[in-house]
C-alpha cells in the first residue's frame, strides 16, 4: 500500500484486511479505524491524520458539497444548517486546530474540484451579489448561463447570491423550454432576497428544485469568508472554501473557456483585473476571453474598459477582450 491515500472511509469492518496487508507508507486521512487497528497500522509505517476535534465539517471530504447538504435543516431555520454551523465555526478565535483543520479541508475541496471539472470547458460567470430576484438583469443573467450550458459549456460562478445564483440557475434549467425558466424566475421573485430570511429565500428555490428535480451541472465556488452571504442552491456542485485567497484563484483557474463580467461592485472589478493580471503573463495558448458585459456601465459607471484596453495593448490577451452591450452577444464569443 505504499504511496496510496485513504480518505475519509470507516474501515471499523475491515480489521482482517488491514492487518494483513502491508500499509508502510499508505497514508489514512479521516478515515474511521477501531483504537487497535489505528495503533497497528501507526506501528507498521502508515501515517494516520484524525479528524481535527470539534470542528463540523469533515477536513477529509472526499467530494464537493451540494446544496441540500449545506441547507440540510433549513425548516428549523438557517442557524441549524452545516452551512451556518461552518461559518460560526470559522469566526472563532484563531488557534491551530481551527487553522489546520480549515487547511486541510480546503486542500480536499480543492482536489474534488480538479475531478469535477476535468473535461469539462468551463465558464465563468461573475457579476454583482447585489441583483434581487425579479429584476431584469436577474433575468438576463440566467438566460445567458442557460445559452452557455446549452452549447455545452459548464457554468461555473462564485456560488453567492445576486448575478452568481442568477447563473447558477440558468445554467440548471438548460435542459428544460425556456418557459420553464420564466415560470422559475416568477416562483424565485416571491422571495427576492436572503434579507430578511435565508429560509424563506432558500424555501423558493428548493421549491424550484422539486419542480423541476433534473437539471444540468454547473458549478458554484463561494466562501465562508463571506459568510453572510448564503451559497445559492443551484449550483449542482458546491467547492466552498474558508480561505478567500485560494478560492480566488482557484475560481480564475477554473474558467479555462474565458470570463463573463457582468456589472458589479468591488469584488466583480477584482477579478475582472485578477483575470487581465492572469491573461497579461500568459502564453498565447493558456488566454482565456474575457468578454464585459455593458458598454456603458464598463466605459462610464465603472471606466475599467480603457485601462484593459492600455493594458493588453501589443499582448496576446489584446484579440481575446471583448466588450458587448447584451448577453444575446456572449454565447457566439465562447461557444467556439
Partial sequence: MYGWHLQ?????????????????GALFLGCTLNKP????????????FPQVPGSPVDSYRPGLYTPRELYDGIQDGYETT??????????????????????????AVDDALAAA????????????????????????????????????LTVATGGGPGAMEAANLGAYLAPHSPADLDKALAMLAQAPSFTPSVRHW?????????TWPEGADSLGIPTW???????????TRIAKYFSNAIREAVLLECASGGIVFLPGAAGTVQ?????????????????APMVLVGKDFWTRALPAWDLLRALAADRDMSAHL???DTVSEVVPLLAG
Fill in 37 to 48: 487497528d489505528e495503533e497497528s497500522v501507526r506501528e507498521r509505517g502508515a501515517l494516520v
Fill in 322 to 324: 471583448h466588450l458587448v
Fill in 8 to 24: 475519509s472511509l470507516d474501515l471499523t469492518g475491515q480489521t482482517a484486511a488491514i492487518r494483513a496487508l502491508d500499509v508502510a
Fill in 271 to 287: 477579478e475582472v483585473f485578477q483575470d487581465a493580471c492572469e491573461n497579461y503573463y500568459a502564453d498565447a495558448s493558456s488566454v
Fill in 225 to 235: 469568508h463571506y459568510g453572510h452571504e448564503p451559497p445559492n442552491p443551484f449550483a
Fill in 202 to 210: 432558500v424555501g423558493a428555490a428548493l421549491e424550484v428544485l422539486d
Fill in 82 to 107: 452545516l452551512d451556518a454551523r461552518a461559518y460560526a465555526w470559522s469566526r472563532q478565535p484563531r488557534s491551530r486546530d481551527l487553522t489546520l483543520a480549515q487547511a486541510l479541508h480546503d486542500h
Fill in 117 to 152: 471539472r476535468t473535461g469539462r470547458k468551463v465558464v465563468g460567470v461573475m457579476g454583482g451579489h447585489s441583483l434581487t430576484r425579479g429584476s431584469a438583469p436577474y433575468a438576463d443573467a440566467a438566460r445567458l448561463a442557460y445559452e452557455l450550458t446549452r452549447v455545452e
